[in-house]
């Protein structure tokens, strides 16, 4: 893989944002709005619960599950668009012809989604501490783990997304924002898994999502690190990578044999 491809995949992604101001949409204005409503509600929830530290600790739930949700949703969405953007401008083909492989294209989105994903956490994780005085930094360093297997699922759901739309064309670019809100309710973002419908549950533990937002949980409850759910959330992150790797390149394989690029050209 060449540095400079790479770097200049990434270059390029800067390009459309600086010259595009209303594509970082999602990096300040959703995020504050995101805030807002999650955090009106965790403040409703904190000021009429008849118990003061139940109510306090399920509103500090769901200001976390804010901030956690937009780790993954800044890296999916970074990393789907940056794709998106090559479609939107014909420039697929003008890609396939270029001495560029797969794999340098996808970490240049990816690195550029690095930067974007932490521009948006640091609005949610700002705009909770002034309007709601929540500090998720006071949470420590175990938080960290779980960033950073939030955002490689992410990436894995955005090469599932990216695969569905070599395969089904741009009627399938929905997908992009849709997934997430599927991903969303089963992973426990804000309350645990246990409160959702008993026939959904087995489905949500296996997702790797629903083990670190417990694990984050974790650390509100003063009960430190929970590894127990930061190794199961681990083990599903390889395997949620090592099944969006095989579907993106087996819908590659189809896009080049099938002639699907004249779709996007």
Not at 95 to 115: D, K, Q, W
Not at 221 to 228: I, K, V
Not at 250 to 263: A, D, E, S, W
Request: glycine share 8%.
């Amino acid at each position: 893989m060449s540095w400079q491809r790479i770097r200049a995949i990434a270059r390029r992604q800067r390009y459309v944002v600086q010259r595009s101001p209303h594509r970082s949409f999602d990096l300040t204005v959703w995020p504050i709005v995101d805030t807002m409503l999650f955090g009106s509600i965790a403040a409703y929830v904190a000021g009429t619960g008849k118990n003061d530290s139940t109510s306090a600790r399920t509103a500090a739930y769901v200001f976390l599950g804010t901030v956690l949700w937009h780790v993954i949703y800044q890296a999916q969405i970074a990393l789907s668009t940056g794709f998106l953007e090559e479609t939107w401008s014909r420039n697929v083909l003008n890609l396939m012809v270029t001495p560029m492989r797969e794999s340098e294209f996808i970490a240049g989105i990816a690195l550029f989604s690095l930067l974007k994903s932490v521009v948006g956490v640091s609005v949610v994780a700002l705009t909770a501490a002034a309007l709601y005085s929540f500090n998720v930094t006071a949470l420590g360093l175990g938080l960290v783990p779980i960033f950073v297997i939030l955002t490689i699922v992410g990436w894995a759901i955005a090469m599932f997304v990216i695969g569905l739309v070599l395969r089904y064309g741009m009627g399938a670019e929905a997908l992009a924002w849709g997934v997430m809100f599927v991903v969303m309710p089963l992973s426990g973002a804000f309350v645990p898994i246990s409160s959702l419908p008993t026939v959904v549950r087995p489905l949500s533990q296996l997702l790797p999502t629903t083990h670190a937002f417990a694990a984050g949980r974790s650390l509100v409850d003063g009960a430190g690190t929970d590894w127990h759910q930061l190794r199961l959330a681990a083990i599903a992150t390889v395997a949620s990578v090592a099944l969006a790797s095989w579907f993106l390149l087996r819908m590659l394989q189809l896009f080049r044999k099938r002639g699907y690029v004249t779709r996007f050209s």
